[in-house]
C-alpha cells in the first residue's frame, strides 16, 4: 500500500519561507499524481498544487501561482512543496495525497494520504 507521510510544517511570520516535504513508499510503478492540499480551519479542503510524477507536469492554484513551488525527487520518492512569501491566509493543515494515473483538481480522486503537516503564518 502507498504510503506518504509530510513534514516541514511550522510557524513563521508572513513573508517567509518554507519547504514541505512528502515521502512516498509502497508504490509500483511511476504512472502517478501526487498533489498538496489544505484544508483552513473551519474550511473545506482545496487543491494547492499537483504534479504528475511521470511527466513533470505542474499546477498551481490561483492562490498561490508566483509564490510556491512544486516539485520531486524521483530517486528518493519524495514531494516538496516550497512556499514563499507566506500569507497568513495560507494558515492550514497541508496534505500530500496520490492517485495512480493522470492528475485531477478534485481531493476526491486521490486515494492516498498523508497525516498532515500543520503551517502557521502569523501577521
Known amino acids: 500500500q502507498v504510503q506518504l507521510v509530510e513534514s516541514g510544517g511550522g510557524s513563521v511570520q508572513a513573508g517567509g519561507s518554507l519547504r514541505l516535504s512528502c515521502v512516498a513508499s509502497?508504490?509500483?510503478?511511476?504512472?502517478?499524481?501526487m498533489g498538496w492540499f489544505r484544508r483552513p480551519p473551519g474550511k473545506e479542503r482545496e487543491g494547492v498544487a499537483r504534479?504528475?510524477?511521470?511527466?513533470?507536469?505542474?499546477f498551481y492554484a490561483d492562490s498561490v501561482k508566483g509564490r510556491f513551488t512544486i516539485s520531486r525527487d524521483n530517486a528518493k520518492n519524495t514531494l516538496y512543496l516550497q512556499m514563499n512569501s507566506l500569507k497568513p491566509e495560507d494558515t492550514a493543515m497541508y496534505y500530500c495525497?496520490?492517485?495512480?494515473?493522470?492528475?485531477?483538481?478534485?481531493?476526491?480522486?486521490?486515494?492516498?494520504w498523508g497525516q498532515g503537516t500543520q503551517v502557521t503564518v502569523s501577521s
Open positions: 504534479l504528475n510524477i511521470a511527466s513533470g507536469s505542474t
Open positions: 495525497a496520490a492517485r495512480e494515473g493522470g492528475c485531477y483538481s478534485g481531493s476526491s480522486w486521490y486515494k492516498y
Open positions: 509502497g508504490h509500483t510503478s511511476n504512472n502517478y499524481c
